[in-house]
């Protein structure tokens, strides 16, 4: 057992990753890759990674799910009044970072961020549990709180509010779209001489190259 952190390493062999041997679209890459994650059976595929930086220029970030991919973007839904949410309203860019440690793989992907439409929101809000649904009203996400009490008394309360009949979505919760310009994917290689192929967009086409690992 390695004794210190800097003792910690892995070498990864298990594949390569070439130009030739990818689509033409890093949309259709990406779910080839997804869909590999998600038949190798690791936890939640679907995690990622939302990088955000403040007005002042300090990076954040946490991990969030992604709820959708198409051409358009990668969405994922939160508190619009979350810090995530202030900071995407003073800087509309992010950064998403997907791991999947078993595969050896890691996708990166960068664009700037729009909120989706209030009706995807609400098609979106309404196939969650019911639970979640409750949850999105309970929580003032980010804000300070005495105690966990505060959300039990809330919850409680608003299950009793809504008994019986649909929650409606709150105005302050929703869907947001990074809409991306740069989609990298990176694979495990021995002797940290990783493979990685980025795509970038140009005048709306999208090029490939490789990156010195």
């Keep these: 057992m390695p004794s210190t952190i800097s003792d910690l390493r892995k070498e990864y062999t298990l594949k390569g990753l070439d130009a030739v041997d990818v689509s033409e679209n890093p949309i259709n ?8 994650a998600l038949a190798a059976g690791g936890p939640e595929p679907n995690a990622m ?23 358009a973007g990668f969405v994922f839904y939160t508190n619009y009044e979350s810090r995530k949410g202030q900071e995407l309203a003073a800087n509309p860019f992010a950064a998403l970072t997907f791991f999947y440690q078993s595969l050896e793989q890691q996708i990166r992907i960068e664009g700037r961020v729009e909120k989706v439409s209030p009706d995807e929101s609400t098609a979106y809000f309404h196939s969650r549990p019911r ?60 002797s940290r001489l990783h493979d990685r192929i980025r795509y970038r967009l140009e005048n709306g086409i999208w090029l490939i190259e490789r990156l010195a690992p």
């Design 29 to 36: 890459q990406f779910r080839r890759w997804f869909d590999a």
């Design 49 to 71: 990674h939302v990088s955000t930086v403040t007005a002042e220029g300090r990076p954040d970030g946490r991990i969030v799910l992604l709820k959708e991919v198409s051409d």
């Design 131 to 190: 639970g979640s649904q409750i949850g999105a009203w309970v929580s003032n996400q980010s804000h300070t709180i005495d105690d966990r009490d505060v959300l039990k008394t809330r919850q409680q309360a608003l299950e009793a509010q809504f008994a019986d009949q649909e929650i409606p979505r709150p105005d302050h919760w929703g869907g947001y779209r990074v809409v991306p310009d740069a989609i990298e994917f990176w694979q495990g290689r021995p």
